[in-house]
């Protein structure tokens, strides 16, 4: 592997002496996280070993404590700290890059936290909660309508005697189209976020879509790179965003080989978590809500009532008419619909129109969920696209996006609103690479370029979902499917019973269904990891070419960062490949033994049949006999108080006979008499004329 180009200082024993004290900063300065420095030292321990496959693997005692200072070392940082205070601008690159032993030495996250903000997000999360109770009440209204309409008689009937099936009125029209814009906001007012970067400093701001254009025209000169985040699917404003702003500054750098022809950007799939409720949730009041005529014009008239931009709505209208698609709301917001693991393409979509997926009302039943710490969480698939310019801005763009991090608290982090995960870096992987640099800026960047970032965000991205950020005090989600995939090959010794098999073999193939969902999503982003590297390589060789020395020589180039990546995400598509096989030979098995099963039930049934055969010889024989004994046996003339005589019986009882059979020959023969009389009838024209 080609290395970045560095200048190697001459070794001085003081220095390095000097260095290795001032590296054991306070732990408040530290953050545990998958940040530059940890991410530094993640693929810094994929390179050193092989055999791990990118996987961070915990330190020894020996090497841990291998890490304390000794009592010299004590005395020396002691002298050091009363002759010169400890100043940010005069740490070095082993200061304020955290080695892998230092970080995976402890799981909890000690860096100092904003109490302000800490507050002030707990007030934003009452004011969601509270505004998700009241509308819930009017999505559960709605939903009882929907499933209380009356489609037959039989359903009008069933509601007339019970009075609890009777239809629910509609909510009023104005708590419907709140209920739509709680759940998707128009596209002028939907929330992005524009975070800042510079030497030693970050900011981040929320700003509306409707004044997004402003953003990526200037920046302040402090800024190295401005990141400009929008929660958008594939659709008619994504592709105007997108377009708008690589038409308002100079290209960036190409990747040439990990883009597609004439298009050199970066795009890969995030595999996140929603609430089923939650996700259930959207897709009904999209179904039921979209074709109400009453609501359309309210909101097209609210879907741009806050832009400000210069072109985004012409734009937009331009572009619905070329591809002949109406810029309304619901087909403006329909795109942002994360996808079902069933559902939507894989990466390579090449315009708008291939994310306009058809919805269904109808969630998939997911193995995963078996799983106890996953019973409330569907796993979806999202596109995530990057663009990049060379004047130093980054616009992404990707649906809202759901639970990135698998850690204790993941059913909390369930429950919380989509508009909140940006700021719950715990949770979101988009919200924790700007947290990752919120201390310090560009300050431990390898390099202060766009291109150097783009690579670290789409990496974060990639490699979720996983548990290792936490130190791995969650099951991790390939870990679960191996637990669900062993509990259904136990229940393949299981005894036949009615029913049960099919509803095993439906488990056995929608696993199947996820697995090779998951597998290929995995193998594409092992593919683009490994051809990004090609490009990051390029780079590299150019600016050595050009004498552009790395910013931080001794922070994590983009080279590393991709190789770490690529190793973890191969490791966890290895691990989803083995699982495939194992469960598609499992339900071999699973066939194979009913197979068995059903012979020996045969055999079974062939004794029955031979026993009820005697039986039924039998009965021949005795039946005429037991007849002409019980007819000739009666003598109705002799009962007291009868002057019934033995016509009438015949009358009667043959009568009731005969009824009894017929009904009972037409109800047996009911399809095929149905049958030929629908042929007759069709011919009956045919025959007249």
Request: aromatic share 10%; with cysteine; charged share 25%.
């Given at each position: 592997?080609?290395?970045?180009?560095?200048?190697?200082?001459?070794?001085?024993?003081?220095?390095d002496?000097?260095?290795?004290?001032?590296?054991?900063?306070?732990?408040?300065?530290?953050r545990?996280?998958?940040?530059?420095?940890?991410?530094?030292?993640?693929?810094?321990?994929?390179?050193?070993?092989?055999g791990?496959?990118?996987?961070?693997?915990?330190?020894?005692?020996?090497?841990?404590?291998?890490?304390?200072?000794?009592?010299?070392?004590?005395?020396?940082?002691?002298?050091?700290s009363?002759?010169?205070?400890?100043?940010?601008?005069h740490?070095?690159?082993?200061?304020?890059?955290?080695?892998?032993?230092?970080?995976?030495?402890?799981?909890?996250?000690?860096?100092?936290?904003n109490?302000?903000?800490e507050?002030?997000r707990?007030?934003?999360?009452?004011?969601?909660?509270?505004?998700?109770?009241?509308?819930?009440?009017?999505?559960?209204?709605?939903?009882?309508?929907?499933?209380?309409?009356?489609?037959?008689t039989?359903e009008?009937?069933?509601?007339?005697a019970?009075?609890?099936?009777?239809q629910?009125?509609l909510?009023?029209?104005?708590?419907?189209?709140?209920?739509a814009?709680?759940?998707?906001?128009?596209?002028?007012?939907?929330?992005?976020?524009?975070?800042?970067?510079?030497?030693?400093?970050?900011?981040?701001?929320?700003?509306?879509?409707?004044?997004?254009?402003?953003?990526w025209?200037?920046?302040?000169?402090?800024?190295?790179?401005?990141?400009?985040?929008?929660?958008?699917g594939?659709?008619?404003?994504?592709?105007?965003v997108?377009?708008?702003?690589?038409?308002d500054?100079?290209k960036?750098?190409?990747?040439?080989?990990?883009?597609?022809?004439?298009?050199?950007?970066?795009?890969?799939?995030?595999?996140?978590?929603?609430?089923r409720d939650?996700?259930?949730?959207?897709?009904d009041?999209?179904?039921?809500l979209?074709?109400?005529?009453?609501?359309?014009?309210d909101?097209n008239?609210?879907t741009?009532?806050?832009?400000?931009?210069?072109?985004?709505?012409?734009?937009?209208?331009?572009?619905?008419?070329?591809?002949?698609l109406?810029p309304?709301?619901?087909?403006l917001?329909?795109?942002?619909?994360p996808?079902?693991?069933?559902?939507?393409?894989?990466?390579?979509?090449?315009?708008?129109r291939?994310?306009?997926?058809?919805?269904?009302?109808?969630?998939?039943?997911?193995?995963?969920?078996?799983?106890?710490?996953?019973?409330?969480?569907?796993?979806?698939?999202?596109?995530?696209?990057t663009?990049?310019?060379s004047?130093?801005?980054?616009?992404s763009?990707?649906?809202?996006a759901?639970?990135n991090?698998?850690?204790?608290?993941?059913?909390?982090y369930?429950?919380?609103?989509?508009?909140?995960?940006?700021?719950?870096?715990?949770?979101?992987?988009?919200?924790?690479?700007?947290?990752?640099?919120?201390?310090?800026?560009?300050?431990?960047?390898?390099?202060k370029?766009?291109?150097w970032?783009?690579?670290?965000?789409?990496?974060?991205?990639?490699?979720?979902?996983?548990?290792?950020?936490?130190g791995?005090?969650?099951?991790?989600?390939?870990s679960?499917?191996?637990?669900?995939?062993q509990?259904?090959?136990?229940?393949?010794?299981?005894?036949?019973?009615?029913k049960?098999?099919?509803?095993?073999?439906?488990?056995?193939?929608?696993?199947i269904?996820?697995?090779?969902?998951?597998?290929?999503i995995?193998?594409?982003?092992?593919?683009?990891?490994?051809?990004?590297?090609?490009d990051?390589?390029?780079?590299?060789?150019?600016?050595?070419?050009?004498?552009?020395?790395?910013d931080?020589?001794?922070g994590?180039s983009?080279?590393?960062?991709?190789?770490?990546?690529?190793?973890?995400v191969?490791?966890?598509?290895?691990?989803?490949?083995r699982?495939?096989?194992?469960?598609?030979?499992?339900?071999?098995?699973?066939?194979?033994?009913?197979?068995?099963?059903?012979?020996?039930?045969?055999?079974?049934?062939?004794?029955q049949?031979?026993?009820?055969?005697?039986f039924?010889?039998?009965?021949?024989?005795?039946?005429?006999?037991?007849?002409?004994?019980?007819?000739?046996?009666?003598n109705?003339?002799?009962i007291v108080?009868?002057?019934?005589?033995?016509?009438?019986?015949?009358?009667?009882?043959g009568?009731?006979?005969?009824?009894i059979v017929?009904?009972?020959?037409?109800?047996a023969?009911?399809?095929?008499l149905?049958?030929?009389?629908?042929?007759?009838?069709m011919?009956?024209?045919s025959?007249?004329?």
């Amino acid at each position: 592997m080609d290395q970045p180009f560095k200048q190697e200082p001459a070794w001085d024993p003081l220095a390095d002496e000097t260095t290795k004290d001032l590296s054991s900063t306070s732990a408040t300065e530290r953050r545990h996280s998958s940040s530059a420095s940890t991410s530094t030292l993640s693929t810094n321990d994929s390179n050193d070993s092989s055999g791990s496959r990118g996987r961070r693997s915990r330190p020894s005692v020996a090497s841990a404590s291998s890490q304390l200072p000794t009592v010299r070392e004590k005395h020396f940082q002691r002298t050091i700290s009363e002759d010169k205070p400890p100043s940010l601008g005069h740490l070095g690159s082993e200061e304020t890059v955290v080695s892998s032993q230092k970080v995976l030495t402890s799981f909890n996250k000690v860096a100092t936290r904003n109490l302000e903000k800490e507050e002030a997000r707990r007030q934003q999360l009452d004011r969601f909660n509270l505004e998700n109770e009241n509308q819930r009440e009017v999505y559960e209204q709605l939903k009882k309508w929907a499933d209380t309409q009356y489609k037959g008689t039989k359903e009008w009937l069933f509601a007339w005697a019970i009075p609890t099936q009777r239809q629910t009125p509609l909510p009023h029209v104005e708590e419907l189209k709140s209920l739509a814009r709680h759940y998707y906001p128009p596209r002028s007012e939907l929330k992005c976020h524009v975070c800042d970067f510079g030497e030693g400093r970050a900011e981040h701001k929320v700003v509306d879509l409707g004044e997004l254009e402003e953003y990526w025209q200037t920046k302040p000169a402090w800024v190295d790179v401005r990141w400009i985040h929008a929660p958008l699917g594939l659709g008619l404003t994504h592709s105007s965003v997108e377009d708008i702003f690589l038409h308002d500054g100079p290209k960036g750098r190409e990747f040439e080989n990990a883009g597609r022809s004439g298009w050199p950007y970066l795009e890969t799939e995030v595999l996140n978590f929603r609430h089923r409720d939650n996700f259930q949730t959207m897709r009904d009041i999209y179904l039921l809500l979209h074709d109400k005529s009453e609501l359309q014009d309210d909101l097209n008239e609210s879907t741009w009532r806050a832009d400000r931009n210069a072109s985004l709505h012409t734009d937009i209208d331009w572009r619905g008419g070329h591809l002949a698609l109406e810029p309304s709301f619901w087909n403006l917001v329909d795109s942002d619909m994360p996808w079902q693991l069933s559902e939507g393409l894989a990466m390579g979509s090449m315009g708008p129109r291939d994310g306009l997926q058809p919805i269904l009302r109808h969630v998939d039943k997911q193995v995963l969920s078996s799983h106890p710490f996953y019973n409330n969480a569907q796993l979806v698939r999202s596109p995530f696209r990057t663009f990049h310019r060379s004047d130093g801005f980054l616009l992404s763009l990707s649906p809202m996006a759901g639970v990135n991090y698998l850690d204790k608290n993941f059913s909390r982090y369930l429950s919380e609103p989509i508009d909140a995960l940006f700021d719950n870096d715990d949770a979101s992987a988009v919200g924790h690479v700007f947290q990752a640099f919120a201390d310090q800026g560009t300050h431990t960047w390898h390099r202060k370029t766009v291109e150097w970032f783009l690579v670290y965000l789409i990496t974060e991205v990639g490699v979720t979902p996983h548990n290792f950020r936490q130190g791995c005090n969650a099951p991790a989600f390939d870990s679960a499917y191996s637990s669900v995939i062993q509990e259904l090959k136990r229940r393949r010794y299981e005894q036949w019973k009615p029913k049960v098999t099919v509803k095993l073999v439906r488990a056995y193939l929608s696993g199947i269904d996820e697995l090779t969902t998951i597998r290929l999503i995995l193998q594409k982003k092992v593919e683009l990891f490994k051809i990004m590297q090609l490009d990051v390589r390029k780079f590299e060789t150019e600016d050595n070419r050009l004498r552009n020395t790395p910013d931080n020589a001794k922070g994590e180039s983009s080279v590393q960062r991709l190789t770490w990546a690529m190793n973890t995400v191969k490791s966890q598509h290895e691990c989803f490949e083995r699982l495939l096989i194992d469960l598609k030979q499992s339900m071999d098995a699973l066939f194979q033994l009913r197979s068995i099963e059903q012979n020996e039930l045969a055999i079974i049934s062939d004794s029955q049949n031979k026993a009820i055969l005697v039986f039924t010889i039998v009965t021949v024989i005795f039946l005429p006999l037991s007849f002409f004994t019980s007819y000739y046996g009666m003598n109705l003339s002799g009962i007291v108080n009868t002057t019934k005589t033995e016509d009438y019986f015949w009358k009667v009882c043959g009568s009731v006979a005969f009824l009894i059979v017929l009904f009972t020959a037409l109800g047996a023969f009911r399809h095929k008499l149905r049958t030929l009389l629908r042929h007759r009838i069709m011919k009956a024209p045919s025959a007249m004329v």
